[in-house]
T-cell receptor, first 116, second 113 residues
Framework: AQSVTQLDSQVPVFEEAPVELRCNYS??????LFWYVQYPNQGLQLLLK??????LVKGINGFEAEFNKSQTSFHLRKPSVHISDTAEYFC??????????????FGKGTKLTVNP | ETGVTQSPTHLIKTRGQQVTLRCSSQ?????VSWYQQALGQGPQFIFQ???????GRGNFPPRFSGLQFPNYSSELNVNALELDDSALYLC????????????FGPGTRLTVT
């Protein structure tokens, strides 16, 4: 079964600084990878996904992530953060279930706090 | 296009009671998954329904059960509630069970006292 490790539980940064949120996954077989954002008292919003192709994936709100198969990593980056980026970020990997479908296996999350 | 909706937003139940949570999938989506997110944790997969049939289940006991209706809306039922069932319950829909992108609802916050 797949597993996901988010290496930092909390990341405080100043506004307009760059940020990297780290994610490692367990399997070396072909996987789909995702980053979701969760604002307080809300559900999950998809930021970006890697299915295949280019290892650099661009998402919404200026975020991007790089898929590194040899290091089994999928780190999320943003060159300049805003106060509004304060939220919890979840990395997820697909894991097969029956019928050719898959479930998502999530990490424990990284709480990003952007300070003025 | 209407997104995924869930009801109720919050509810409080007593240990031993039963609860039903509801989810309306996004228009055109036939597959619904349910996830439990305990405080400070990432979501955990409970089960998935595809065209009214259970199509995969996570490591949850049988007192967690579900239904999917012909319009692809879904229910999550939990019997004999325990304190550890307190969590945010998230519903996610996708166009088809073979597609990767899932769209999440806002969740139902369940508190068991």
């Amino acid at each position: 079964a797949q597993s996901v490790t988010q290496l930092d539980s909390q990341v405080p940064v100043f506004e307009e600084a760059p940020v990297e949120l780290r994610c490692n996954y367990s399997s070396s077989v072909s996987v789909y990878l995702f980053w979701y954002v969760q604002y307080p008292n809300q559900g999950l919003q998809l930021l970006l996904k890697y299915l295949s192709g280019s290892t650099l994936v661009k998402g919404i709100n200026g975020f991007e992530a790089e898929f590194n198969k040899s290091q089994t990593s999928f780190h999320l980056r943003k060159p300049s953060v805003h106060i509004s980026d304060t939220a919890e970020y979840f990395c997820a990997v697909s894991d097969p279930i029956q019928g050719g479908s898959e479930k998502l296996v999530f990490g424990k999350g990284t709480k990003l706090t952007v300070n003025p | 296009e209407t997104g995924v909706t869930q009801s109720p937003t919050h509810l409080i139940k007593t240990r031993g009671q039963q609860v039903t949570l509801r989810c309306s999938s996004q228009s055109g989506h036939n597959t619904v998954s349910w996830y439990q997110q305990a405080l400070g944790q990432g979501p955990q997969f409970i089960f998935q329904y595809y065209r009214e049939e259970e199509n995969g289940r996570g490591n949850f006991p049988p007192r967690f059960s579900g239904l999917q209706f012909p319009n692809y809306s879904s229910e999550l039922n939990v019997n004999a509630l325990e304190l550890d069932d307190s969590a945010l319950y998230l519903c996610a829909s996708r166009r088809d069970r073979g597609t990767s992108e899932q769209y999440f609802g806002p969740g139902t916050r369940l508190t068991v006292t």
